[in-house]
């Protein structure tokens, strides 16, 4: 009986350290998204501003996102966004898709790009966050 109930508790204290784990990435991946906003929208509402809007990213074709106005480079770039394409795109933009317009030098840290994927990969092709 004593055992039972350390060892729930045990299960208990495991389950909480890692959602707060997961609730830290997105915190963090949220704040590094600032570096995005100048030009791209995520979330509920989303509109193309200077880039696309980026919401349901995981999944998704380049250069789809409606009535935005891709390079050529992007649209035939012929990748489908998940979290490896998209963790080798945001190191070096440039250097995964020669000619985009995204005037952006990247993210080398890589604890940053997990958060920075945690934080854009919840969000549906509505700008809900995925349960
Ligand atoms: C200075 C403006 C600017 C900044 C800052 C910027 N982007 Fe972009 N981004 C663009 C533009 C413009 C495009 C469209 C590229 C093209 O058509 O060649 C783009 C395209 C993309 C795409 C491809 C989308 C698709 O539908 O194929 C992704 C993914 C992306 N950006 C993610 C990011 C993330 C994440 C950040 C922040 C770390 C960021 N961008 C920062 C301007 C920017």
Redesign the pocket.
Known sequence: MTKLTFGALVALAMTAAASSAMAQDVAAGKT??N??????AIGEGAKN????E?NG?DG??????PD????????N?G?T?NEAQ?KE??KD?KAK?P??????A??KNETEINN?WAY?SQFDKDGKIKQ
């Open positions: 590094s998204f570096k995005c906003l100048a030009c791209h501003k200077v880039g696309p980026l990213l998704r074709k380049s250069g789809t996102a935005y106005n891709y390079s050529e480079a992007n649209k770039s990748i966004w998209f795109y945001i933009p898709i000619g985009t317009k995204m005037a952006f990247g993210i920075l854009v």
